[in-house]
């Protein structure tokens, strides 16, 4: 690695959370090199003092650390082990922090993938919404060689407000998937809560400062609920056509664990209704909608 504190930062994945974390990095004084396969990414990294690659594979070549960020297991395949994928051009020894959430076979694949070539691999998905993302307030869940994670943690300062070590690879993951439940419940427990105070005539700025002020609040409540008072749900923190991925995978990791999980089970059907009313692009926030055109009267 060329610099402890300031290495040459690689990124694969400029979408959502990605380009946060290449914005937040450049204001801190990082290079970043990067790639996307859409050109408004490529753009949006060269406008902020980025460099873009061509490919995964000049990422690599190019960078002292490289974070995945994606949106599909298929597109990490393709990013770290295709044709022009990282794994043919990696410097020895620069470590790999894949940070997508994605099931725990995929993270095993990438480890194996690059620890075969001596590349220390970290499994480091974060705690937080795009928008959340954008303003440095991330928890990053890191597990793997703990050892690496700090020598890594001042470039994650760059982009997370904390940094946890959680323990050997795959934690990260597991540790999301936990969160992620505890995420799915209160944002529609928010939605719940911010139709009822709508309902019952209370000014909802007073209702939110008085909430958060007490045993009811919780982090989706202050992220969401001023995004459901307006009705306003672009551009999204997180898209609820993203989100059934994450649905889906918390589900299934629950089976898997023998974990009865009933209020999961029962908010998973509102966020399949967001998709039915033709939601697929909006913030989740709009559980608020969703339960507020549920609950008018027919006709009206």
């Not at 051009?89 to 995929?106: H, K």
């Not at 994450?246 to 009865?260: G, H, K, Y």
């Amino acid at each position: 690695m060329s610099s402890l504190e300031r290495p040459r930062v690689g990124i694969v994945g400029l979408g959502i959370m990605g380009s946060a974390y290449a914005r937040n990095l450049r204001e801190s004084g990082f290079d970043v090199v990067g790639f996307d396969v859409a050109t408004a990414a490529q753009a949006a990294l060269a406008g902020m003092g980025g460099t873009v690659a061509g490919s995964p594979k000049e990422v690599a070549a190019q960078a002292d650390v490289v974070l995945i960020a994606l949106a599909s297991v298929e597109a990490l395949k393709v990013v770290c082990g295709g044709p022009d994928g990282l794994v043919h051009s990696i410097g020895a020894g620069v470590p790999v922090v894949e940070m997508s959430t994605f099931p725990l076979y995929a993270k095993d694949y990438c480890r194996a993938l690059f620890e075969a070539k001596g590349n220390p691999v970290l499994d480091c998905p974060v705690s937080g919404t795009g928008a959340q993302a954008a303003v440095r307030d991330l928890v990053l869940y890191a597990s793997g060689d703990e050892a690496v994670v700090e020598r890594l943690r001042p470039m994650f300062d760059g982009f997370a407000r904390s940094t946890r070590f959680v323990g050997p690879f795959g934690s990260g993951t597991k540790l999301k998937f936990v969160a992620n439940l505890l995420v799915t419940i209160h944002n529609l427990s928010t939605a719940e809560a911010v139709l009822m105070a709508h309902r019952s005539g209370l000014d909802l700025n007073m209702m939110f400062d008085a909430i958060r002020d007490g045993a009811g609040n919780s982090r989706m409540f202050e992220v969401r609920a001023p995004m459901m008072f307006e009705e306003v749900y672009q551009p999204a923190g997180m898209k609820f056509e993203v989100y059934m991925k994450d649905l889906d995978l918390i589900s299934e990791f629950a089976r898997d664990m023998r974990v009865p999980t009933p209020l999961l089970a029962a908010s998973i059907p509102f966020y399949v209704a967001a998709l039915g009313a033709g939601r697929h692009a909006d913030d989740t926030a709009g559980l608020y909608s969703v339960l507020k055109e549920m609950s008018e009267p027919r006709g009206k």
